[in-house]
């Protein structure tokens, strides 16, 4: 168990709607990562957020967006949903997140199915 | 750029064989990190190493070992004596000197016959 908590685990939806995926961070940890992890397209970072603002943006589609509030936890917003975007996303948390040599610790992650 | 390549995609091994999981890394920053993440059937992420670009001292953990080169700008990684236990997705990936973007490899699953 890393302690980083992801909830839903599993989520079926339609096309066009909009949901969100709750992160919950290790304790002490003030950097929050979120990935979506495809088939096709392997593991790809979409976002970091440290300390509540947003520190790096990596490949994340306009109708996606995130945020992380005071008490560390994030969630990631996905809209407009299409086929496309089924995949599984994770989150990671590490201590520090301003230099590289934190590893990250990964959520068991949130399966989602768009319909 | 920054990229990290697993050129094995599959790799089939008769359990107590041995097995290296190959990665080569590219980049400009002469600080880096390199790390292994297993993700198990489960589905989770596990982190099992981290190497920063100033230490190409190879690691030993168990049956696992690394071996970093920064000459071949490669980060190997060798599981001696193979169990079943060991199948799964093994993932290298690359950070730069800030703790910002991190690269995946595109992941080499691992299946250790019994």
């Known amino acids: 168990d890393s302690g980083v908590t992801q909830t839903p685990k599993h989520l079926i939806t339609a096309t066009g709607q909009r949901v969100t995926l709750r992160c919950s961070p290790r304790s002490g940890d003030l950097s929050v990562y979120w990935y979506q992890q495809s088939l096709d397209q392997g593991l790809q970072f979409l976002i970091q957020y440290y300390n509540g603002e947003e520190r790096a943006k990596g490949n994340i589609l306009e109708r996606f967006s995130a945020q992380q509030f005071p008490d560390l936890h994030s969630e990631l917003n996905l809209s407009s949903l299409e086929l496309g975007d089924s995949a599984l996303y994770f989150c990671?948390?590490?201590?520090?997140?301003?230099?590289?040599?934190?590893?990250?610790?990964f959520g068991p992650g949130t399966r989602l199915t768009v319909l | 750029a920054q990229k990290v390549t697993q050129a094995q995609t599959e790799i089939s091994v008769v359990e107590k064989e041995d097995v290296t999981l190959d990665c080569v890394y590219e980049t400009r920053d002469t600080t880096y990190y390199l790390f292994w993440y297993k993700q198990p059937p489960s589905g989770e992420l596990v982190f099992l190493i981290r190497?920063?670009?100033?230490?190409?001292q190879n690691e030993i953990s168990g049956r696992y070992s690394w071996n970093f080169q920064k000459s071949t700008s490669s980060f190997n990684f060798t599981i001696t004596a193979s169990q079943v236990v060991d199948s799964a997705v093994y993932f290298c990936?690359?950070?730069?000197?800030?703790?910002?973007?991190?690269?995946f490899g595109t992941g080499t699953s691992l299946t250790v016959i019994p």
């Open positions: 990936a690359l950070r730069g000197p800030t703790g910002n973007q991190f690269y």
């Open positions: 990671a948390s590490s201590v520090v997140g301003i230099t590289g040599d934190n590893e990250q610790f």
């Open positions: 190497r920063n670009s100033f230490d190409e």
